[in-house]
């Protein structure tokens, strides 16, 4: 087995210094303190398991519920423009 590199980790002194980006992503700026390199095997690190795939972060029940409530959004607004179609029309006959 070659060693190709190494994954650097690090931690922070003030963990709750660091600014959420989005998703996982986070930054830091002088609020996270000094920044301690380690590596995996070092306590404090966590872990890091080769062969693993992350498991998904989607609850697939919640994006199914989700999906139905915009779906239902979708056909109230679709049903609400077309009876303000069809008023509109009838208004216009109306003038006629």
Do not use: C, H
């Not at 060693?3 to 650097?8: F, M, S, W």
């Not at 590596?39 to 199914?64: C, H, K, R």
């Not at 915009?70 to 008023?87: K, L």
């Amino acid at each position: 087995m070659v060693e190709v590199g190494r994954i650097k980790l690090y931690k922070f002194t003030n963990m709750e210094g660091l600014k959420l980006e989005g998703g996982n992503l986070f930054s830091y700026d002088s609020n996270t303190g000094e920044v301690i390199p380690g590596d995996a095997a070092s306590p404090g690190y966590g872990t890091i398991w080769q062969g693993f795939l992350e498991t998904a972060n989607v609850n697939p029940a919640e994006e199914m519920a989700n999906l139905i409530e915009t779906q239902r959004a979708y056909g109230f607004n679709a049903r609400s423009v077309r009876t303000a179609d069809e008023m509109w029309g009838m208004a216009n006959n109306l003038r006629k």
